[in-house]
């Protein structure tokens, strides 16, 4: 399998180096809708003094807009404060298909392994190289995330809430991501309907549990003795009713 760098596998998404150097964290998001079609996010955040430091000026308007040149056709740009410190850069780009996606991933040099939709079935499974250059991730948080349709029935992600998987990806080594999901799925799932984690789910569960239990142990009884009485009644209705009427002479 060709090896690729870490360092080129970051450049390629078109932002220049003396970015990356200053960036604390950067996210690369797909979302997927059933049809196959969605959107794959790259977000770069960075702390405005490192920036500066690096000789950036995060305050210009075009800041984010001058590194995407060598971005996918139809990309769009938008510069964003987060927590009031941080600075993010946003780079949306839509695609129809899973074909398409292909394409976009490409010029990342994502290694593709399967990426298809076929009998509703979502397959993603791809593999991304960061096992040279490392040392450009220190101090580096990077995720990579997908949103994926219907009921999710495997995966090999870091976390998952609701329908999206994070990947927490490690600098220094081969970083497999593996997702499949029944796209025409249905079926009340508390991670997939309520967006809940695994810990949150937990928690529902034991409530419902408990909830469960003070049902079979007191308003089960209490119907029950409730049933009970009310036959005895009727009985005792029907025993008056049979009884002959006396005949006073």
Known sequence: MKKKSFQKIL????LILVLLLSACQVNFITEFEQDGSGVYTQEIGFESDEAITSGLDPDDEEFCSNQSSTLPTGTTTRKETRNDDSIWCIYETPF????????????TDTQINTLSLEDDTLTYDITLDFSQDSEMAIGMDITWKVTMPGKIIDSNATEQKGNTLTWILVAGQMNEIYAVSDVGGSGFDLNMDLGLDEGENSIILTI??????????????????????????????????LTPPQVIE
Do not use: F
């Open 208 to 241: 419902l549990g408990s909830l469960a239990g003070v049902i079979c142990c007191c308003i089960v009884p209490i119907v029950i003795a409730g049933i009970a009485i009310l036959l005895i009644r009727r009985k005792k209705k029907a025993d008056v009713d």
């Open 96 to 107: 129809d298909s899973v074909e398409d996606l292909q394409s976009i991933y490409a010029t």
């Open 11 to 14: 450049l390629v998404l078109s």
